[in-house]
């Protein structure tokens, strides 16, 4: 794995890809749930999977709890990126760190992306319930993150890990649940709306209201699983990728 700058892990560096995909994680995600999809793409794209602060080698750093600083410490470094065509993808929480982001692009007239891939997350604007899980007590806390499947029993198994990643956890759903939407034009540019057929917490209309937010086309695309689905799913998730990319096989 090769780190360039502690924000951007980049698996498989290329001077002059043909394309760049940016990956943004899930609450308590780190840059290395996106490891398996250099060698599941064509060579010719370069994953830069965002490492936020808080996880994996960015451990003993403070995670963020509020979004548009996070933004702003980010975009600097991933603008020295943007030399070649690029798409974004964004898992869960990793979805609407997309968004916002490329919205800040926007915003500086810097280059936008071909493509945005939503996964598994509820589109930004009113009305959008959150949890408010970060106010829980770390015991209904965890419980709730087990049922969308995403605390490992490994971890729970293990109460050193778990006064790890719970702090980490907590900050990335205050994050979420505190992230307050500002209108702004659509962006002008094609969305991918991916869920889990079985996901009790984003339904197909929760994804389908993405699409107040291109002036562009979109596709719809539902997999087998829940809120988790790429864990168990990725080479279906890879291949709708690779087609809405128009990249070959």
Known sequence: MIVRNPWIVRTNARTQPDMRLFCFPYAGGGASIYRQWANKLPATIEVCAIQLPGREHRLKETAYTSLPPLIEALLPELEQLLDQPFAVFGHSMGALLAFETVRALRRRQ???????????DRAPQPPRKTANLYLLDDEPFIAELQKLGGMPDAILQYPELLDLV??????????????????????????SLFGGETDGSVTSDNLLSWREQTAADYHFKLFPGGHFYLQSNLDLLLTEIRQDLHLSF
Not at 166 to 191: C, G, K, S, V, W
């Open 110 to 120: 810097q280059p936008l992306p071909t493509h945005l891939f939503i996964s598994a």
């Open 166 to 191: 719970i702090p980490t956890l907590r900050a990335d759903m205050t994050l979420y649940d505190t992230y307050e939407y500002q209108p702004d034009a659509p962006l002008n540019i094609p969305f």
